[in-house]
């Protein structure tokens, strides 16, 4: 075929059909920095096979695809087909008869918060996206997929049932297939080769980079980046704040997908807002999510600002990899210590995520077609039908109250003009997730209004998860217990039996036949949960396996000897998501654990008694050595002499690491190392407090400025000179004061300025 058609031709075809030219992989050898930082799209993660969870790659098959034809079709492509026998179900008649629900009826779970459900999701979002063929058009006959109910390459609709309970007038639910690997499937004649097994693209990378934030290719990298400046931070909303926070960016691409309001709200004349932009393409997906992506965007903003006043020397790229890398590691630590415990349990954790081993070259971290299309769904069916807001005292919002959850689909005005994201972060934390049961599964808003402000037709995401896994050609239910060494349930009996649900497993067989057919989504979110957790024993194994795999096979893991300091690893292991929730939003109380429930509101947490992280092991020193000494020196007042100008700083607290010897002595203070906010308030009470210490005239210390003009411009800076207070109110004087070389007492220093009276106009 490729000798038949154009190069111009060709090049259509792949763009077309989603194929573009095989990747080439880089030179890991003329990588910058690629034993130090990731590449935006994890190429070169693995040295010896470069492409090994990187963007733009296949899913992994851990059994062998069941297509029609052995190629490429999907299982059900093909009416008349039979599979261990038996026909199998239309999707959208085992959503209506298993899985439909009253929303009235669901339970809020006992002992996770609504947190659990969204973190899932935003999780999700950092591992895999699989996108549709480009084309919307059928290959052979030119026909809309989206306006027709044609089965033909890459329109795969779902087939609506007779009697169905919404869908009367219209004979499908449009879905397009999943576009294939380049060189997979039919495709592989487009390079000269013969068809072999179809595979999916996984267009993320498999590593917990927190890609979703980032992007997970070079360009949308560089575009969510703030370059105008040297602060190394990410761009944020030009046109609004969240009461003086930041929020994401728009989208500069032209679009009403987010232009909701009018129609949601059924009036006409408000302002409509355009979607945000982030590293998923998701993020405007619901509410809840864009408050999670908000929420660590404004992290990596702090992370730069506090790298920058450490090092002020760092350029933008270095303080932007470096906050990056440690949001790395954040996510890193939640999803395996905070998060995955409580979703495949303690026995899988001990298992499969015990003590870290080293990194494992010859482990491919590749995403699992079974974990994107299957597993890793098992939180459709923990969401509540509405997305709680709450306010200041864990309350119904009086101005603005809970959102139903298909009002919350693709609407980031509400996050403008409807109070932000403290509402909604209060809410996923103080609010139940949905409990999963048997008899009550999937609510209306997913199963009967999923985008329905958006789309042709109301979506149904049980039957576009069951469809997505036939496009996908994974085996039946029964073939992944096996691959997990679970026993492998023949009968109804049998069924019932791992099911602990005698009619359950009956509905099941009266449209399967037999336990080997049923989609193994439905089947994984139908298992009881093991000990512990909020999934069955087969996705405990295939989730558990997944995150194995990802954490052994991530050279840049951080845990890895050389990825991090022994300090900076010290300091990381101390950091949680409530202090990240404290230090980003105007919440005062948080649960110590945002995913475990608390009924008694009293029983959060002050974020004034949450530990924070200590950031002096990133200070650059220029090479590795052993951490020096600190210490704390408590001083009424000190006098700074820089060209003529005299600075006077009063009851501030100075860290101090020696660059080149120990303080011999403590002179009006004494030593503690500074860790959490509690420790600085007794350092400072204890400064406040002293008397009679400070009867020496004040200290007078000589200034030695390091690069002064590439701070400062000569100008006379605003302060006041009150004996009682200090006010900095020029940010240069702020830059200066940081890069300032102390020689006091024949000791060269490097001092750290700690700022805790409410009237100083930095602090950090």
């Given at each position: 075929?490729?000798?038949?058609?154009?190069?111009?031709?060709?090049?259509?075809?792949?763009?077309?059909?989603?194929?573009?030219?095989?990747?080439?992989?880089?030179?890991?050898?003329?990588?910058?920095n690629?034993?130090?930082?990731r590449?935006?799209?994890?190429?070169?993660?693995?040295?010896?096979?470069?492409?090994?969870?990187?963007?733009n790659?296949?899913?992994?098959?851990?059994?062998p695809?069941?297509?029609?034809?052995?190629?490429?079709?999907?299982v059900?492509?093909?009416?008349?087909?039979?599979?261990n026998g038996?026909?199998?179900p239309?999707?959208?008649?085992?959503?209506?008869?298993?899985?439909?629900?009253?929303?009235?009826?669901?339970?809020g779970?006992?002992?996770y918060?609504?947190?659990?459900?969204?973190?899932?999701?935003?999780?999700?979002?950092?591992?895999?996206?699989?996108?549709?063929s480009?084309?919307i058009?059928?290959?052979?006959?030119?026909?809309?997929c989206?306006?027709?109910?044609?089965?033909?390459?890459?329109?795969?609709?779902?087939?609506?049932?007779?009697?169905d309970?919404?869908i009367?007038?219209?004979?499908?639910i449009?879905?397009?297939?999943?576009?294939?690997?380049c060189?997979?499937?039919?495709t592989?004649?487009?390079?000269?080769?013969?068809?072999?097994?179809?595979?999916?693209?996984?267009?993320?990378t498999a590593?917990?980079?927190?890609?979703?934030?980032y992007?997970?290719?070079?360009?949308?990298a560089?575009?969510?980046?703030?370059?105008?400046?040297?602060?190394g931070?990410?761009?944020?909303?030009?046109?609004?704040?969240?009461?003086?926070?930041?929020?994401?960016?728009?989208?500069?691409?032209?679009?009403?997908?987010?232009?909701?309001r009018?129609?949601?709200l059924?009036?006409?004349?408000?302002?409509?807002?355009?979607?945000?932009?982030?590293?998923?393409?998701?993020?405007?997906?619901?509410?809840?999510?864009?408050s999670?992506?908000?929420?660590f965007?404004?992290e990596?903003?702090?992370?730069a600002?506090?790298?920058?006043?450490?090092?002020?020397?760092w350029s933008s790229?270095?303080?932007y990899?470096e906050?990056?890398?440690?949001m790395?590691?954040?996510h890193?630590?939640i999803?395996?210590?905070?998060?995955?415990?409580?979703i495949?349990?303690?026995?899988a954790?001990?298992?499969?995520l015990?003590?870290?081993p080293?990194?494992?070259?010859?482990?491919?971290?590749?995403?699992?077609?079974?974990?994107?299309?299957a597993?890793?769904?098992?939180?459709?069916?923990?969401?509540?039908?509405?997305?709680?807001?709450?306010?200041e005292?864990?309350?119904?919002?009086?101005?603005?109250?809970?959102?139903?959850?298909?009002?919350a689909?693709f609407?980031?005005?509400r996050v403008?003009f409807?109070?932000?994201?403290?509402p909604?972060?209060?809410?996923?934390i103080s609010?139940?997730?949905?409990?999963?049961?048997?008899?009550?599964?999937l609510?209306?808003?997913?199963r009967e209004?999923?985008?329905?402000?958006?789309?042709?037709?109301?979506?149904?995401?049980?039957?576009?998860?069951?469809?997505?896994?036939?496009?996908h050609g994974?085996?039946?239910?029964?073939?992944?217990?096996?691959?997990?060494?679970?026993s492998e349930?023949?009968?109804?009996?049998?069924?019932?039996?791992?099911?602990?649900?005698t009619d359950?497993?009956?509905?099941?067989?009266?449209?399967?036949k037999?336990?080997?057919?049923i989609?193994?989504w439905?089947?994984?979110?139908?298992?009881?949960?093991?000990?512990?957790?909020?999934?069955?024993?087969?996705?405990?194994?295939?989730?558990?396996?997944?995150?194995?795999?990802?954490?052994?096979?991530?050279?840049?893991?951080?845990?890895?000897?050389g990825?991090?300091?022994?300090?900076?690893?010290?300091?990381?292991?101390?950091?949680?998501?409530a202090r990240?929730?404290?230090?980003?939003?105007?919440?005062?109380?948080?649960?110590?654990?945002?995913?475990?429930?608390k009924?008694?509101?009293?029983?959060?947490?002050?974020c004034?008694?949450?530990?924070?992280?200590d950031?002096?092991?990133?200070?650059?020193?220029?090479?590795?050595?052993?951490?020096?000494?600190?210490?704390?020196?408590?001083i009424?007042?000190?006098e700074?002499q820089?060209?003529?100008?005299?600075?006077?700083?009063s009851n501030?607290?100075?860290?101090i690491?020696?660059?080149?010897?120990?303080?011999?002595?403590?002179?009006?203070?004494?030593?503690?190392?500074?860790?959490?906010?509690?420790?600085?308030?007794?350092i400072?009470?204890?400064?406040?407090?002293?008397?009679g210490?400070?009867?020496?005239?004040?200290?007078?210390?000589?200034?030695?400025?390091?690069?002064?003009?590439?701070?400062?411009?000569?100008?006379k800076?605003q302060?006041?000179?009150?004996?009682?207070?200090i006010?900095?109110l020029?940010?240069?004087?702020?830059?200066?004061l940081?890069?300032?070389?102390?020689?006091?007492?024949?000791?060269?220093?490097?001092?750290?300025i700690?700022?805790?009276?409410?009237f100083?106009?930095?602090?950090?």
């Amino acid at each position: 075929l490729s000798e038949l058609i154009s190069p111009n031709e060709l090049r259509m075809i792949e763009r077309l059909t989603g194929c573009a030219a095989q990747v080439q992989p880089p030179s890991c050898r003329t990588t910058p920095n690629v034993n130090k930082y990731r590449t935006a799209n994890s190429v070169c993660n693995n040295r010896k096979n470069p492409l090994l969870g990187a963007a733009n790659t296949p899913l992994a098959s851990w059994l062998p695809t069941i297509y029609e034809d052995g190629i490429s079709q999907p299982v059900g492509w093909n009416p008349g087909r039979l599979h261990n026998g038996v026909s199998l179900p239309l999707v959208r008649l085992v959503s209506n008869q298993i899985l439909s629900m009253q929303d009235a009826d669901a339970k809020g779970d006992s002992e996770y918060t609504h947190l659990v459900t969204f973190f899932g999701q935003w999780n999700d979002h950092d591992l895999s996206f699989t996108p549709f063929s480009p084309s919307i058009r059928s290959f052979s006959s030119g026909i809309d997929c989206d306006a027709s109910c044609e089965q033909s390459e890459p329109c795969f609709p779902i087939r609506i049932p007779n009697g169905d309970p919404r869908i009367s007038r219209n004979s499908c639910i449009p879905v397009f297939r999943s576009a294939p690997t380049c060189g997979s499937g039919n495709t592989a004649f487009m390079f000269g080769g013969t068809p072999n097994v179809r595979q999916q693209i996984n267009s993320l990378t498999a590593f917990l980079d927190v890609g979703q934030l980032y992007g997970s290719d070079q360009g949308l990298a560089r575009e969510l980046r703030d370059l105008s400046n040297d602060k190394g931070r990410l761009l944020v909303n030009d046109r609004f704040q969240d009461n003086g926070r930041d929020l994401l960016p728009f989208t500069k691409v032209a679009s009403n997908m987010c232009s909701t309001r009018n129609r949601i709200l059924n009036t006409t004349g408000l302002p409509e807002v355009p979607c945000f932009i982030a590293g998923d393409v998701r993020v405007d997906e619901n509410i809840a999510l864009t408050s999670l992506h908000t929420l660590f965007m404004r992290e990596h903003n702090r992370l730069a600002d506090i790298l920058r006043v450490l090092n002020p020397h760092w350029s933008s790229e270095t303080l932007y990899q470096e906050a990056r890398k440690i949001m790395g590691a954040y996510h890193q630590i939640i999803v395996i210590r905070d998060y995955l415990p409580h979703i495949v349990g303690p026995d899988a954790i001990k298992k499969l995520l015990g003590p870290y081993p080293g990194y494992n070259p010859n482990i491919d971290p590749s995403i699992a077609n079974v974990f994107a299309t299957a597993a890793y769904r098992f939180a459709h069916v923990t969401i509540q039908p509405l997305v709680f807001r709450v306010d200041e005292n864990f309350e119904n919002h009086p101005k603005f109250p809970s959102v139903p959850l298909y009002e919350a689909f693709f609407s980031p005005w509400r996050v403008v003009f409807e109070g932000g994201i403290d509402p909604l972060i209060r809410g996923l934390i103080s609010r139940p997730a949905k409990l999963n049961q048997q008899n009550h599964m999937l609510v209306n808003a997913l199963r009967e209004r999923l985008f329905a402000f958006t789309s042709h037709i109301a979506l149904d995401l049980a039957s576009l998860n069951m469809q997505r896994s036939r496009d996908h050609g994974l085996q039946g239910y029964t073939a992944w217990r096996k691959f997990c060494n679970l026993s492998e349930p023949r009968n109804q009996a049998e069924l019932a039996t791992v099911l602990n649900n005698t009619d359950l497993a009956r509905r099941l067989l009266e449209h399967y036949k037999t336990p080997a057919n049923i989609d193994v989504w439905l089947a994984g979110i139908a298992e009881p949960f093991v000990p512990g957790g909020r999934v069955g024993p087969l996705f405990s194994c295939l989730i558990g396996t997944q995150f194995q795999k990802i954490r052994l096979g991530d050279r840049l893991w951080w845990e890895n000897r050389g990825v991090f300091t022994k300090r900076q690893r010290d300091s990381l292991i101390t950091m949680s998501l409530a202090r990240i929730i404290c230090d980003n939003t105007g919440l005062k109380k948080v649960p110590a654990d945002p995913f475990r429930l608390k009924a008694n509101k009293a029983e959060f947490v002050e974020c004034s008694s949450i530990a924070e992280i200590d950031f002096t092991p990133w200070i650059d020193s220029g090479k590795e050595k052993a951490p020096e000494r600190l210490q704390v020196i408590c001083i009424k007042s000190v006098e700074l002499q820089v060209y003529s100008e005299q600075l006077y700083l009063s009851n501030v607290l100075i860290q101090i690491t020696a660059t080149t010897t120990q303080l011999s002595k403590e002179k009006n203070g004494f030593k503690k190392k500074l860790r959490t906010g509690q420790e600085r308030q007794e350092i400072q009470k204890r400064c406040n407090d002293e008397t009679g210490t400070h009867q020496d005239r004040p200290r007078k210390v000589r200034a030695r400025v390091s690069s002064v003009h590439q701070f400062y411009q000569p100008q006379k800076p605003q302060v006041n000179r009150s004996p009682e207070k200090i006010i900095f109110l020029d940010e240069v004087y702020q830059k200066l004061l940081r890069s300032l070389l102390i020689l006091s007492e024949d000791h060269l220093l490097f001092i750290i300025i700690y700022l805790f009276r409410p009237f100083v106009a930095f602090v950090f």
